[in-house]
């Protein structure tokens, strides 16, 4: 069965500080992997995607994902945090056949100065 | 380029009234998917549309619920008799063609009183 497990509820960093959030996958066939950000009350909005290729990807924001065939993970990181990054971050897996995404729960980001 | 567009932003139903919520997916844009996503839960797929087709209502609930996306117009999702249980941001993606990424709308928040 597809699942998609984000381990980390929540997470504080200070500004400035570094951030990696963790995403395991299962899924039968090679996954897209997706990290989508979402501000209260907004929808979601893409940072980044892996459909295949170059297994580290970049995305908006500065932020970066790397894809980890053998440890079935889509990590998220960037090398210094914004106050205006706090929001609720997720994890999704997408079918490279068939339609459904998979979510994780998410993983809320606080940022103190 | 419009994004996905979403309406209303906001509804309040009293239990046992009709929810009607739309989606107009971005142009270009035949594929359309509806998630509910409940307080401190991540986006649990519903429903996958293509223009007058329903592909994949797997996700739904079997009764009570329906979603249509007509030759014109956008796509609805409509709630019947609506329970408390039903509370819960609803967002609509669409995508440019399957297993392609989503790109999802502001969300609608249906309160039942």
């Known amino acids: 069965a597809q699942s998609v497990t984000q381990p980390d509820i929540h997470i504080t960093v200070s500004e400035g500080a570094s951030l990696e959030l963790r995403c395991n996958y299962s899924y039968g066939a090679t996954p897209y992997l997706f990290w989508y950000v979402q501000s209260p009350g907004q929808g979601l909005q893409l940072l980044l995607k892996y459909f295949s290729g170059d297994t580290l990807v970049q995305g908006i924001k500065g932020f970066e994902a790397e894809f980890k065939r053998s440890q079935s993970s889509f990590n998220l990181r960037k090398p210094s945090v914004h106050w205006s990054d706090a929001a609720e971050y997720f994890c999704a897996v997408g079918p490279n056949t068939g339609n459904q995404f998979y979510f994780g729960t998410g993983t809320s980001l606080t940022v103190i100065p | 380029n419009a994004g996905v567009m979403q309406n209303p932003r906001h509804l309040v139903r009293r239990r046992g009234q009709e929810a009607r919520l739309r989606c107009s997916p971005m142009?270009?844009?035949?594929?359309v998917y509806w998630y509910r996503q409940l307080p401190e839960e991540g986006l649990k797929f519903m429903v996958y549309?293509?223009?007058?087709?329903?592909?994949?209502e797997s996700g739904m609930p079997k009764e009570r619920f329906s979603a249509e996306f007509p030759k014109e117009g956008p796509s609805i999702l409509r709630i019947q008799q609506v329970v408390r249980g039903d509370s819960a941001a609803y967002f609509c993606a669409s995508s440019p063609e399957v297993a392609d990424t989503q790109y999802f709308g502001p969300g609608t928040r249906l309160t039942v009183l």
């Open positions: 142009k270009g844009h035949s594929h």
């Open positions: 549309l293509q223009k007058e087709n329903i592909i994949d």
